[in-house]
């Protein structure tokens, strides 16, 4: 595998796994050649040599970018035992759970009658209802917060959002139980309800909910048989949902219950509609700064181009002084000098601006606002 990828990356002319390949050699290894069949070997023993010394240890490999704070994607019946056990020893960075419900929103996939049975058992809650289930996600919610969570996660896809009553809900979740499919109107109900309830259980805990929105998921059904989920075979979609992602936040912002939020497009067509869209929530009695966010370039945006439009869009209609920066979205411990490559083209944004006489050349607040976006305003957002 190594030596193919050394055979293709010199062909990523202008991909971002070009840089980011050369970035790890480099912040990791010392490795100043690029990869190519040519030096593909040197590089693999230098880097395994490396690789096996104790230096090398994971927890090395983190301290050496600096990562103060690694969140991980957890679903609600994870039992969370690695996070508490990395959490009683002496170290520089928090390893840190999110709580993903994807699950439990889901009610339109197969297995979803036998997972909130899981999700009952684990909770020690009686699930034969809708409330019952809401209080499971509340006690796993508060599981999670006692590991130190910080952080919500939320893929929506197609009709997430349509207004419900409790009874309406509730009657659709029954009837899921007993195995009769729903419509695509049905689960919008379903999944609308319990998202404002789940959002606003994560504003009175403090937390922030992060909307995942535009993936077009399992596109190859050859593929998703022989591979199954999660393994190349997603692109983006290109649904019109700025209608229903406003009566959703609406839902919670009405009765002042909106948690601090971050959206994030899949699509870069939605950029623009994201970017106003955070203007209309923002006011807020408890003074956050920037508490709607517009999210960082992700997935298929995440490349220069993608933040380059990203950081216009956000300038052009709100703050980019506010902004939370970058997130890795990686499985990879590796992946850090992605952060890197984000500094650099949000440096080249604020020094192209400058160089066109559209800001002055402030470098002591032009540093602070780098500093600011690239640390601190997660650090404080985040609550870290």
């Not at 960075?93 to 339109?108: C, K, M, S, W, Y």
């Not at 952080?151 to 195995?179: C, W």
């Not at 949000?346 to 402030?362: A, F, H, M, Q, R």
Request: hydrophobic residues 35%; aromatic residues 12%; glycine residues 6%.
């Amino acid at each position: 595998k190594f030596l193919a990828w050394a055979d293709t990356v010199q062909n990523c002319i202008g991909n971002p796994l070009y840089h980011w390949t050369h970035l790890e050699l480099k912040r990791y290894f010392d490795i100043d050649e690029t990869l190519s069949p040519d030096t593909a070997k040197d590089i693999w023993d230098i880097c395994n040599r490396k690789l096996r010394s104790p230096q090398y240890s994971v927890r090395n490999l983190l301290n050496m970018q600096n990562v103060k704070v690694l969140c991980t994607t957890d679903d609600p019946v994870d039992d969370l035992i690695w996070h508490k056990k990395l959490a009683q020893e002496q170290s520089d960075f928090q390893v840190l759970p999110t709580f993903r419900p994807g699950n439990a929103l889901d009610i339109e996939k197969d297995n979803f009658p036998s997972y909130v049975a899981c999700l009952g058992s684990v909770s020690q809650s009686d699930v034969s209802s809708l409330d019952g289930l809401t209080e499971a996600l509340k006690k796993r919610l508060d599981f999670f917060i006692s590991a130190g969570c910080r952080v919500t996660d939320h893929s929506l896809e197609n009709s997430f959002y349509l207004p419900a009553s409790y009874e309406t809900a509730n009657g659709l979740y029954q009837k899921r139980l007993t195995g009769v499919s729903l419509s695509s109107e049905e689960a919008a109900m379903y999944r609308g309800f319990l998202l404002t309830e789940l959002g606003r259980e994560y504003a009175r805990r403090g937390l922030v909910m992060q909307l995942h929105i535009g993936a077009l998921r399992n596109n190859s059904s050859r593929m998703f048989e022989k591979l199954v989920a999660d393994t190349g075979f997603d692109s983006l979609n290109d649904f019109n949902y700025a209608p229903q992602l406003s009566a959703l936040l609406n839902a919670m912002d009405s009765t002042d219950e909106l948690p601090k939020t971050i959206l994030y497009y899949l699509n870069s067509k939605d950029v623009d509609m994201l970017a106003a869209m955070a203007g209309n929530y923002q006011g807020n009695s408890t003074g956050i700064r920037g508490k709607i966010q517009l999210g960082s370039a992700w997935w298929f945006c995440d490349h220069k181009r993608g933040m380059e439009r990203q950081m216009d869009a956000l300038s052009d209609v709100g703050l980019i002084s506010r902004f939370v920066g970058m997130l890795t979205d990686s499985r990879s411990f590796l992946s850090f000098p992605r952060h890197e490559y984000f500094r650099r083209i949000l440096c080249s944004k604020l020094g192209t601006w400058v160089e066109n006489g559209e800001y002055p050349k402030d470098m002591a607040y032009l540093g602070k606002l780098t500093e600011d976006i690239c640390y601190y305003n997660a650090k404080n957002y985040f609550n870290l």
